[in-house]
Antibody, heavy 120, light 107 residues
Framework: QVQLQESGPGLVRPSGTLSLTCSVS????????WSWIRQPPGKGLEWIGY???????NYNPSLKSRVTISADTSTNHFSLNVKSVTAADTAVYYC??????????????WGQGTLVIVSS | DIQMTQSPSSLSASVGDRVTITCRAS??????LNWYHQKPGTAPKVLIY???SLQSGVPSRFSGSGSGTEYTLTISSLQPEDFATYYC?????????FGHGTKVEIK
Protein backbone atom coordinates (compact mmCIF):
# COMPACT_ATOMS: atom_id res chain seq x y z
CA GLN A 1 0.00 0.00 0.00
CA VAL A 2 1.42 3.33 -1.06
CA GLN A 3 1.46 6.00 1.61
CA LEU A 4 2.48 9.64 1.33
CA GLN A 5 2.98 12.09 4.17
CA GLU A 6 3.54 15.82 3.87
CA SER A 7 5.58 17.73 6.42
CA GLY A 8 6.76 21.30 6.85
CA PRO A 9 5.99 24.61 8.53
CA GLY A 10 2.34 25.53 8.85
CA LEU A 11 3.07 29.28 8.87
CA VAL A 12 5.20 31.19 6.40
CA ARG A 13 5.86 34.93 6.34
CA PRO A 14 4.90 36.95 3.26
CA SER A 15 7.79 37.18 0.75
CA GLY A 16 9.33 34.10 2.35
CA THR A 17 9.77 30.60 0.96
CA LEU A 18 7.32 27.77 1.52
CA SER A 19 9.13 24.44 1.86
CA LEU A 20 7.39 21.08 2.17
CA THR A 21 8.55 17.48 2.04
CA CYS A 22 6.61 14.40 1.02
CA SER A 23 7.76 11.09 2.46
CA VAL A 24 6.77 8.07 0.40
CA SER A 25 6.44 4.48 1.59
CA UNK A 26 5.23 1.41 -0.25
CA UNK A 27 6.57 2.68 -3.58
CA UNK A 28 9.79 4.05 -4.98
CA UNK A 29 10.00 7.60 -6.28
CA UNK A 30 12.36 6.16 -8.87
CA UNK A 31 9.28 5.34 -10.92
CA UNK A 32 6.02 7.11 -11.79
CA UNK A 33 5.22 10.80 -11.54
CA TRP A 34 5.16 12.68 -8.23
CA SER A 35 3.08 15.82 -7.99
CA TRP A 36 2.16 18.63 -5.67
CA ILE A 37 -1.43 19.90 -5.69
CA ARG A 38 -2.94 22.63 -3.55
CA GLN A 39 -6.39 23.68 -2.41
CA PRO A 40 -7.10 27.12 -0.94
CA PRO A 41 -9.58 26.97 1.95
CA GLY A 42 -13.09 26.34 0.61
CA LYS A 43 -11.92 26.29 -3.00
CA GLY A 44 -10.95 23.86 -5.74
CA LEU A 45 -7.80 21.98 -6.64
CA GLU A 46 -4.77 23.39 -8.46
CA TRP A 47 -1.97 21.22 -9.82
CA ILE A 48 1.40 22.82 -9.01
CA GLY A 49 3.80 20.54 -10.82
CA TYR A 50 5.39 17.13 -11.03
CA UNK A 51 8.71 15.42 -10.86
CA UNK A 52 9.29 12.38 -13.02
CA UNK A 53 11.64 9.66 -11.79
CA UNK A 54 14.15 10.54 -14.49
CA UNK A 55 14.56 13.88 -12.77
CA UNK A 56 12.57 15.92 -15.26
CA UNK A 57 10.03 18.39 -13.95
CA ASN A 58 6.94 20.16 -15.26
CA TYR A 59 5.38 23.14 -13.54
CA ASN A 60 2.10 25.00 -13.82
CA PRO A 61 2.87 28.28 -15.64
CA SER A 62 0.79 30.10 -13.04
CA LEU A 63 3.53 29.35 -10.49
CA LYS A 64 6.45 28.32 -12.67
CA SER A 65 8.83 31.16 -11.87
CA ARG A 66 8.47 30.57 -8.12
CA VAL A 67 8.34 26.76 -7.83
CA THR A 68 10.96 24.05 -7.56
CA ILE A 69 10.24 20.34 -7.07
CA SER A 70 13.16 18.08 -6.25
CA ALA A 71 13.74 14.55 -4.99
CA ASP A 72 16.04 12.59 -2.72
CA THR A 73 15.96 9.01 -3.92
CA SER A 74 18.19 7.87 -1.04
CA THR A 75 15.43 8.73 1.45
CA ASN A 76 12.50 8.24 -0.94
CA HIS A 77 11.05 11.68 -0.49
CA PHE A 78 10.44 14.68 -2.71
CA SER A 79 10.12 18.33 -1.91
CA LEU A 80 8.34 21.52 -2.90
CA ASN A 81 9.71 25.04 -2.63
CA VAL A 82 7.62 28.09 -3.45
CA LYS A 83 9.42 31.40 -3.13
CA SER A 84 8.09 34.94 -2.69
CA VAL A 85 4.83 33.74 -1.16
CA THR A 86 1.77 35.92 -0.59
CA ALA A 87 -1.55 35.35 1.14
CA ALA A 88 -2.80 33.85 -2.12
CA ASP A 89 -0.51 30.88 -1.49
CA THR A 90 -2.42 29.95 1.66
CA ALA A 91 -3.79 26.48 1.01
CA VAL A 92 -3.80 22.84 1.92
CA TYR A 93 -0.89 21.31 0.04
CA TYR A 94 -1.09 17.68 -1.09
CA CYS A 95 1.56 15.43 -2.52
CA UNK A 96 0.29 12.74 -4.86
CA UNK A 97 1.48 9.92 -7.07
CA UNK A 98 0.53 9.99 -10.72
CA UNK A 99 0.42 6.58 -12.30
CA UNK A 100 -0.50 5.26 -15.72
CA UNK A 101 0.33 6.56 -19.18
CA UNK A 102 -1.57 8.71 -21.63
CA UNK A 103 -5.31 8.55 -20.99
CA UNK A 104 -4.76 6.23 -18.00
CA UNK A 105 -2.74 8.81 -16.07
CA UNK A 106 -4.38 9.71 -12.76
CA UNK A 107 -3.51 10.68 -9.18
CA UNK A 108 -4.06 7.37 -7.43
CA UNK A 109 -2.38 7.96 -4.07
CA TRP A 110 -2.45 11.15 -2.01
CA GLY A 111 -1.02 12.42 1.22
CA GLN A 112 -3.40 13.64 3.89
CA GLY A 113 -2.55 17.26 3.11
CA THR A 114 -0.96 19.98 5.17
CA LEU A 115 -2.32 23.48 5.69
CA VAL A 116 0.13 26.29 5.03
CA ILE A 117 -0.88 29.79 6.06
CA VAL A 118 0.97 32.81 4.71
CA SER A 119 0.75 35.56 7.26
CA SER A 120 2.89 37.98 9.21
CA ASP B 1 -4.84 26.07 -20.23
CA ILE B 2 -7.76 23.70 -20.71
CA GLN B 3 -10.78 24.91 -18.73
CA MET B 4 -12.95 22.27 -17.10
CA THR B 5 -16.57 23.24 -16.41
CA GLN B 6 -18.69 21.07 -14.14
CA SER B 7 -22.44 21.13 -13.78
CA PRO B 8 -24.28 21.42 -11.59
CA SER B 9 -22.15 23.13 -8.95
CA SER B 10 -24.26 21.47 -6.29
CA LEU B 11 -27.19 19.09 -6.02
CA SER B 12 -29.41 17.59 -3.36
CA ALA B 13 -30.32 13.92 -3.59
CA SER B 14 -31.63 11.07 -1.51
CA VAL B 15 -30.10 7.71 -0.72
CA GLY B 16 -30.91 5.39 -3.60
CA ASP B 17 -31.16 8.16 -6.21
CA ARG B 18 -29.38 8.02 -9.54
CA VAL B 19 -27.04 10.99 -9.82
CA THR B 20 -25.35 12.40 -12.91
CA ILE B 21 -22.60 15.03 -13.00
CA THR B 22 -21.31 16.57 -16.22
CA CYS B 23 -17.87 17.91 -17.07
CA ARG B 24 -17.12 19.91 -20.20
CA ALA B 25 -13.60 20.67 -21.43
CA SER B 26 -12.71 23.80 -23.37
CA UNK B 27 -11.14 21.61 -26.07
CA UNK B 28 -11.11 17.93 -26.92
CA UNK B 29 -9.24 15.87 -24.32
CA UNK B 30 -9.59 12.48 -25.99
CA UNK B 31 -10.88 10.63 -22.90
CA UNK B 32 -7.99 11.85 -20.72
CA LEU B 33 -10.53 12.51 -17.99
CA ASN B 34 -10.51 11.45 -14.35
CA TRP B 35 -13.13 11.73 -11.63
CA TYR B 36 -12.42 12.14 -7.91
CA HIS B 37 -14.49 12.63 -4.84
CA GLN B 38 -13.45 14.44 -1.69
CA LYS B 39 -14.98 14.37 1.77
CA PRO B 40 -14.40 17.29 4.15
CA GLY B 41 -10.95 17.30 5.69
CA THR B 42 -9.64 14.47 3.54
CA ALA B 43 -7.69 14.12 0.31
CA PRO B 44 -9.44 13.47 -3.00
CA LYS B 45 -9.82 9.85 -4.08
CA VAL B 46 -9.85 8.72 -7.70
CA LEU B 47 -13.01 6.95 -8.83
CA ILE B 48 -12.80 6.80 -12.62
CA TYR B 49 -9.84 7.23 -14.97
CA UNK B 50 -9.57 7.43 -18.74
CA UNK B 51 -13.21 8.59 -18.80
CA UNK B 52 -14.75 5.18 -18.13
CA SER B 53 -12.31 2.88 -16.30
CA LEU B 54 -13.20 2.05 -12.72
CA GLN B 55 -10.29 2.51 -10.30
CA SER B 56 -9.46 -0.66 -8.37
CA GLY B 57 -11.48 -0.94 -5.17
CA VAL B 58 -14.16 1.58 -6.21
CA PRO B 59 -17.77 0.31 -6.06
CA SER B 60 -19.42 -0.55 -9.36
CA ARG B 61 -22.25 1.94 -8.74
CA PHE B 62 -19.82 4.55 -10.09
CA SER B 63 -19.47 4.79 -13.85
CA GLY B 64 -18.11 7.25 -16.35
CA SER B 65 -18.74 7.98 -19.99
CA GLY B 66 -18.06 10.55 -22.65
CA SER B 67 -15.66 11.61 -25.36
CA GLY B 68 -14.26 14.70 -26.96
CA THR B 69 -15.24 17.58 -24.72
CA GLU B 70 -18.23 16.14 -22.80
CA TYR B 71 -18.00 13.64 -19.94
CA THR B 72 -20.39 12.26 -17.36
CA LEU B 73 -20.06 10.62 -13.97
CA THR B 74 -23.04 8.54 -12.87
CA ILE B 75 -23.77 7.10 -9.45
CA SER B 76 -26.44 4.47 -10.03
CA SER B 77 -27.76 4.32 -6.46
CA LEU B 78 -26.47 6.99 -4.09
CA GLN B 79 -25.20 5.68 -0.76
CA PRO B 80 -24.68 7.62 2.49
CA GLU B 81 -20.90 7.53 2.04
CA ASP B 82 -21.20 9.18 -1.40
CA PHE B 83 -22.15 12.59 -0.05
CA ALA B 84 -19.04 14.55 -0.99
CA THR B 85 -17.64 16.97 -3.54
CA TYR B 86 -16.83 15.54 -6.96
CA TYR B 87 -14.11 16.86 -9.26
CA CYS B 88 -13.20 16.10 -12.83
CA UNK B 89 -9.59 16.48 -13.99
CA UNK B 90 -8.00 16.41 -17.43
CA UNK B 91 -4.68 14.66 -17.98
CA UNK B 92 -4.47 15.44 -21.70
CA UNK B 93 -2.03 18.31 -21.51
CA UNK B 94 -0.21 20.18 -18.80
CA UNK B 95 -1.04 22.17 -16.83
CA UNK B 96 -3.38 19.44 -15.67
CA UNK B 97 -6.57 21.14 -14.57
CA PHE B 98 -9.57 20.34 -12.39
CA GLY B 99 -13.19 21.34 -12.56
CA HIS B 100 -14.52 23.57 -9.79
CA GLY B 101 -16.39 20.72 -8.15
CA THR B 102 -19.94 19.47 -7.65
CA LYS B 103 -21.13 19.19 -4.06
CA VAL B 104 -23.57 16.33 -3.53
CA GLU B 105 -25.70 16.97 -0.47
CA ILE B 106 -28.38 15.05 1.35
CA LYS B 107 -31.95 16.02 0.47
Amino acid sequence: QVQLQESGPGLVRPSGTLSLTCSVSGASISSDFWSWIRQPPGKGLEWIGYMYYSGSTNYNPSLKSRVTISADTSTNHFSLNVKSVTAADTAVYYCARGSGWNADHRFDSWGQGTLVIVSS
Amino acid sequence: DIQMTQSPSSLSASVGDRVTITCRASQSISSHLNWYHQKPGTAPKVLIYAASSLQSGVPSRFSGSGSGTEYTLTISSLQPEDFATYYCQQSYITPWTFGHGTKVEIK
